[in-house]
């Protein structure tokens, strides 16, 4: 804390009493904040708790400058107008030379960039959720850029402030950047962009087994799981892809995409007939093996378990038709 001391002794030296209003006729003005004022670090300056106004850039950088109190030892302090006064005659400001006004005490306090974070990542959460009717606790947005932060510091952390998000056409998943307008206590209004990450929990398909092109989606052959999106893509709606052809191959645990099915559905399942060759896939830990022209022993369509002859070994094991010419098992085959 600055010792009170130093401004006694300027008043014993100056040998001087100035009147609330005797300095009226300066031609700077210090003109002190209303509300509490947020310091970025550890020592409170007249810039923290004031606009400094009709200077040259010089003064304006000079006043702003001087130091008042010191925030390392205390969150918060009080700041007097007569403070300040005294800062600028130590500082060698003839007492014509400004004039000060605004309340006689001001606040200030050690403000956290990472509490300003939170609350404007909730709110625009909040507010991002609200534009695509998206229920907010299914959004999660990081502020990436502190210097973005560091300029609203002074505006915002004294008091409670709103945003208001620019519509977007569609959801922004991933990163990108966020254009807002910031409304603070006093009514002022601010126009900020964000660089961001946004992130969307939502319900996926994802592909319980193996799908070959050319196969009809069946209910059995995907699950349903909540996921964290963080990249934007075309999902498909479980509810639209039933009944729709994969128009490629779709390995085991992919999450299911628009472009993985043809645009129409198809009237007939696949069918595989006795005799036919088939290509077994063979699901092991996290990998697959793929067993080539096995022998389907009897006739099945898409998503029945048929009975397959390994002609390597010549026994016999139970897989699921997933698509023409094609089964799968999820274990190690089981002989007969």
Do not use: W
């Amino acid at each position: 804390m600055m010792k009170s001391v130093r401004y006694a002794m300027l008043l014993i030296s100056l040998l001087i009493f100035t009147p609330p209003d005797a300095s009226s006729a300066g031609d700077v003005v210090v003109a002190l904040h209303q509300t509490s004022s947020p310091v970025a670090d550890t020592t409170v300056r007249v810039g923290d708790i004031a606009n400094v106004l009709h200077a040259t850039p010089s003064q304006r950088r000079e006043i702003e400058q001087l130091d008042l109190e010191s925030l390392r030892d205390q969150d918060d302090c009080s700041i007097t107008r007569k403070q300040v006064e005294m800062r600028l005659l130590l500082a060698g400001y003839e007492r014509d030379s400004f004039n000060i006004i605004g309340p006689s005490t001001v606040s200030a306090r050690r403000s956290s960039p990472a509490k300003l974070r939170s609350k404007l990542e909730q709110l625009l959460e909040s507010e991002l959720g609200e534009q695509f009717a998206v229920a907010p606790e299914r959004v999660a947005i990081r502020l990436t850029q502190t210097p973005q932060l560091a300029t609203l510091e002074q505006k915002l952390a004294a008091g409670e402030f709103a945003v208001e998000l620019v519509p977007r056409n569609e959801f922004p998943i991933g990163r990108t950047r966020l254009t807002v307008a910031i409304i603070d206590s006093a009514g002022n209004q601010y126009s900020h962009s964000f660089d961001a990450q946004v992130s969307l929990s939502m319900t996926v398909a994802i592909a319980s087994q193996p799908i070959a092109q050319g196969t009809v989606l069946k209910p059995d052959m995907f699950r349903l799981v909540d996921r964290s999106i963080t990249q934007s893509a075309d999902y498909a709606n479980p509810d639209n892809a039933v009944g729709r052809t994969a128009s490629r191959y779709i390995a085991s645990n992919s999450i299911l995409l628009t472009n993985h099915f043809h645009s129409t559905r198809s009237g007939h399942s696949q069918t595989v007939k006795r005799n036919d060759l088939v290509d077994v896939v063979i699901s092991v830990g996290q990998g697959e093996i793929r067993l080539k022209n096995a022998r389907a022993m009897e006739a099945g369509q898409i998503g029945e378990t048929i009975e397959i002859l390994n002609p390597q070994t010549n026994r016999r094991f139970n897989a699921s038709i997933i698509g023409p010419n094609l089964a799968t098992v999820s274990s190690t085959p089981r002989r007969r």
